[in-house]
């Protein structure tokens, strides 16, 4: 079946610092692949997409690019503020239109200043 | 315009008893999905209607769970004979179909089985 593995947390980062946050899946076929992110007492709410191969999704600085060799996703920001502290969440969308999402089980970042 | 609601946003119950956990999605979407998240953990699928019908139920747990979507709005997640292992934030999403993959989160209910 289908499933997600992200890196665990909880991760600690200095304002201004680089982020990586890893995220591997396991699919059949060419799965879409999410960014998710909850913010304190916030929804999950979509931070970026990519639906194919090779594909860079990015939004509020962050990026990620689709990786079918090494089956990854990885998220990365280059400079991250006090206002990114969240729950990060790695997702792959199967059937169609992606209706079903498997999820990882969450990065929890926090940014001190 | 109005996001996903989602109510109660908390419910505590005792063991053995019924409830019912309501989803209003964002108006147009025809699509809408439950998820639970138990803690720690990341949501996983329960069910996806399309318009008024289930189009997958594979992720529901067993046969305590049951959803409606009467007129293809809101929808109600019902939990019979609720366990200690049923408590978890319940999600509701919602999505317009055929134009875009993305899913609109609700702020869930946390429900606590005592």
């Known amino acids: 079946g289908n499933s997600v593995t992200q890196m665990e947390g909880p991760v600690t980062l200095s304002e201004e610092a680089f982020l990586t946050i890893n995220c591997t899946y396991t699919a059949t076929g060419y799965p879409s692949l999410f960014w998710y992110v909850q913010y304190p007492g916030e929804g999950l709410q979509l931070l970026l997409k990519a639906t194919k191969a090779d594909d860079k999704g990015s939004n509020k600085g962050f990026e990620a690019t689709y990786r079918k060799e090494t089956t990854s996703f990885h998220l990365e920001k280059g400079s991250v503020q006090v206002s990114d502290s969240a729950v990060y969440f790695c997702a792959l969308g199967s059937g169609a239109g992606s209706y079903q999402l498997t999820f990882g089980k969450g990065t929890k970042l926090s940014v001190i200043p | 315009g109005a996001g996903v609601s989602q109510t109660p946003s908390n419910k505590v119950t005792e063991k053995g008893k019924y409830v019912e956990l309501r989803c209003d999605p964002i108006?147009?979407?025809?699509?809408l999905y439950w998820y639970r998240q138990s803690l720690g953990q990341g949501p996983e699928f329960l069910i996806y209607?399309?318009?008024?019908?289930?189009?997958?139920d594979s992720g529901l747990p067993n046969d305590r769970f049951f959803a409606v979507r009467p007129e293809g709005s809101v929808s109600t997640l019902k939990i019979q004979r609720t366990e200690r292992g049923d408590s978890a934030v319940y999600l509701c999403?919602?999505?317009?179909?055929?134009?875009?993959?993305?899913?609109?989160f609700g702020p869930g209910t946390r429900l606590l089985v005592l």
């Open positions: 108006s147009g979407h025809t699509a």
């Open positions: 209607f399309q318009g008024t019908g289930a189009a997958d």
């Open positions: 999403a919602s999505k317009i179909s055929g134009v875009s993959e993305t899913q609109y």
